[in-house]
């Protein structure tokens, strides 16, 4: 696709952030377009565990699981040393559950309750369960072709290229060989991937990171959300009031996309080694940085803001979070 189009919202990427961005303007009645530079829709959201800690969420109010926001807040205080302030910290926990309830309202986007996931440190405020949510299993057949342009699960935490999701699913395969009943479970799932790989090419019983993508595709299309898949950015527009667009390119030739919002979800810079030696301890060191982030995860969204006035910030003393 090549010329010019308008829209209201234009997002750039296609991970869990980008697409949650996409469906809440789009219910709100904007014209979005989601510029995606690889083939697949899903970032590294869809290799993920697909968890969000959401302190205070209504499913684990649902089950009876009360806290006041004071206690997460600690937590998060002590977690991030001082590295993000009060006000930032506050909007987090009194949105993240408002945030929950408008997507199991309104979308395809349903969880699950993680009541028995605890807090990853024993650190003041932490919780033993109660504050994390995942996506519901998905059936990708609701995605009709679609589901073919959704990344497939991480080869090395997957089984033959299925997702095993935490909890009971997990178990009953960390147990087939000692329970007759595990091992029943494990057969059949392992029989029905098969199955949906012969006939569909993947496996179409989503869990994990790949189901909360898919779910919020799922969301997307219904909200009439369009996407350009192999498209990267190529630059920015900025006009006096601000960046007023972006310029695609694709194998059909450049795209203007004149916009009134630009949103960048385009993830971090695991893969860009210069950033990484220049930010990264280890890294710049010349040991080997590893990441399970997708190789096209390269620090885009990065340099596309400072080529128009953004700046990178460094002060963070934990890097890591980027990469």
């Known amino acids: 696709m090549s010329g010019q189009m308008n829209v209201d919202v234009l ?3 296609s991970g869990a952030a980008g697409l949650s961005a996409a469906v809440t303007a789009a219910l709100g009645g904007a014209s979005v377009l ?6 697949v829709i899903g970032g590294t959201s869809a290799w993920s565990g697909g968890w969000l800690w959401i302190p205070r969420n209504p499913l684990a109010r649902e089950e009876g699981i009360e806290e006041e926001p004071g206690a997460p807040l600690a937590y998060l205080r002590h977690e991030m040393d001082g590295e993000s302030a009060d006000a930032r910290l506050l909007a ?3 949105y993240g559950p408002e945030m929950i309830d408008f997507f199991r309202r309104r979308t395809a986007v349903q969880f699950l309750s993680g009541s028995k996931m605890p807090d990853f440190h024993a650190s003041p405020g932490a919780a033993l369960g109660g504050r994390s949510v995942t996506a519901q299993p998905f059936d990708g057949r609701l995605l009709g072709d679609w589901l073919h342009r959704l990344r497939p699960p991480l080869e090395t935490i997957s089984l033959a290229g299925m997702g095993i999701a935490g909890g009971t699913d997990m178990a009953h395969f960390f147990n087939a060989t000692r329970s007759p009943g595990s091992a029943l479970y494990a057969t059949r ?4 991937h098969g199955w949906q790989r012969l006939r569909a090419g993947r496996g179409q019983h989503l869990v994990n990171g790949n189901a909360l993508v898919a779910r919020l595709l799922r969301s997307a299309l219904d909200a009439g959300v369009n996407f ?3 498209a990267p950015v190529e630059r920015l527009l900025a006009d006096n009031n601000g960046v007023a667009g972006a310029i695609l390119r694709s194998d059909g030739g450049a795209l203007e996309v004149r916009a009134c919002a630009v949103i960048l ?3 971090g810079f695991p893969h860009d080694r210069q950033r990484l030696a220049e930010n990264v301890p280890h890294a710049a060191s010349g ?3 590893f990441s399970a982030a997708p ?3 390269q620090g885009d969204g990065i340099r596309l803001g400072e080529a128009v006035g953004g700046q990178f910030d460094t002060s963070l003393r934990h890097a890591m979070a980027w990469a």
């Open 92 to 94: 987090f926990l009194q």
């Open 189 to 192: 799932r392992l029989l029905r």
């Open 11 to 13: 997002v750039v990427g």
């Open 295 to 297: 190789p096209g995860n």
């Open 34 to 39: 989601v510029a995606e530079k690889e083939s």
């Open 265 to 267: 979800a385009c993830g």
């Open 287 to 289: 040991y080997g940085h």
């Open 228 to 230: 350009q898949l192999n």
